[in-house]
């Protein structure tokens, strides 16, 4: 079955770097885009960014351009985000999906990220 396992989560101050893996498997994983998304306390979940198949095609949200870098290794099965320059309006459970087309199809099961001020 597909399995989605996000990590690199954890507590980081204003300004500070993290770096979210997601290992994929169970799935033909280069003929997916992979997209993460995260949801705040209280708030509906948000896309943050997307990337194809191949990695040469990347999609951000405007909240994180300049600040967050997503990549891919098709060799490890693991899709990136780097996050820099954290706010505390960052804090929020990220998840990584799946997709083939428009709806994402596989989830994981998410990776707190907490920015204090």
């Known amino acids: 079955q597909v399995q989605l396992v996000e990590s690199g989560g954890g507590l980081v101050q204003a300004g500070g770097s993290l770096r979210l893996s997601c290992a994929a498997s169970g799935l033909t994983f280069s003929t997916y885009t992979m997209g993460w998304f995260r949801q705040a306390p209280g708030k509906e979940r948000e896309f943050v960014a997307r990337i194809v198949g191949s990695g040469g095609f990347t999609v951000y949200a405007d909240s994180v351009k300049g600040r967050f870098t997503i990549s891919r290794d098709n060799v490890k099965n693991t899709v990136y985000l780097q996050m820099n320059s954290l706010k505390p309006e960052d804090t929020a459970v990220y998840y990584c999906?799946?997709?083939?087309?428009?709806?994402?199809?596989?989830w994981g099961q998410g990776t707190q990220v907490t920015v204090s001020s």
């Open positions: 999906a799946a997709t083939r087309g428009v709806e994402y199809l596989y």
